[in-house]
């Protein structure tokens, strides 16, 4: 059996706007996250891909721009989901771009299934029921785009 939502501390995508405004009085700066190898970025943390549920296994995020107190309309976050593991199954207003970085998965949007390779773009509209999972042996990893302002995910039964 499979350990469930393994790695580091908890993180929230949603933070209220006295958060917001207190990242960015850290600075608004150009900042260069270099490439450490292996899929991480130098001063970029690896994070539980939520902070908290059951609904999926073995994915895990980092937040390479959006949590470091930069004013984009988007952030950009890489996730990995590890062989067998999946997102969970979810939908909401705001949209999706996922770009294959890492391996290979499948994207499950609405009852369609794609198969998303090394560098496959996927854009998943509003509104969208998906699931991002990986049924192959290595791990497969992806660069998502989001807005910086969304709803929070609902689960879908």
């Not at 917001?20 to 900042?31: D, E, I, S, Y």
């Not at 029921?129 to 689960?155: M, S, W, Y």
Request: aromatic share 12%.
């Amino acid at each position: 059996m499979k350990k469930k939502n393994k790695i580091t501390p908890p993180s929230c995508d949603w933070k209220t706007k006295s958060e917001r405004l207190k990242k960015n009085k850290a600075g608004n700066k150009t900042r260069l996250y270099k490439y450490k190898g292996k899929f991480s970025w130098k001063g970029i943390k690896t994070e539980r891909y939520k902070s908290s549920g059951n609904e999926w296994v073995e994915i895990v995020r980092q937040t390479l721009i959006g949590n470091h107190g930069e004013t984009t309309r988007f952030h950009l976050r890489y996730f990995e989901i590890a062989p067998g593991g999946y997102s969970s199954f979810e939908v909401h207003k705001h949209e999706h771009v996922v770009t294959g970085i890492r391996g290979k998965g499948v994207c499950v949007v609405k009852n369609q299934k794609y198969q998303v390779n090394f560098l496959d773009t996927l854009y998943i509209e509003p509104n969208a029921p998906h699931q991002l999972r990986n049924p192959f042996e290595e791990p497969f990893g992806f660069f998502c785009i989001v807005n910086a302002k969304r709803d929070t995910p609902k689960i879908v039964s």
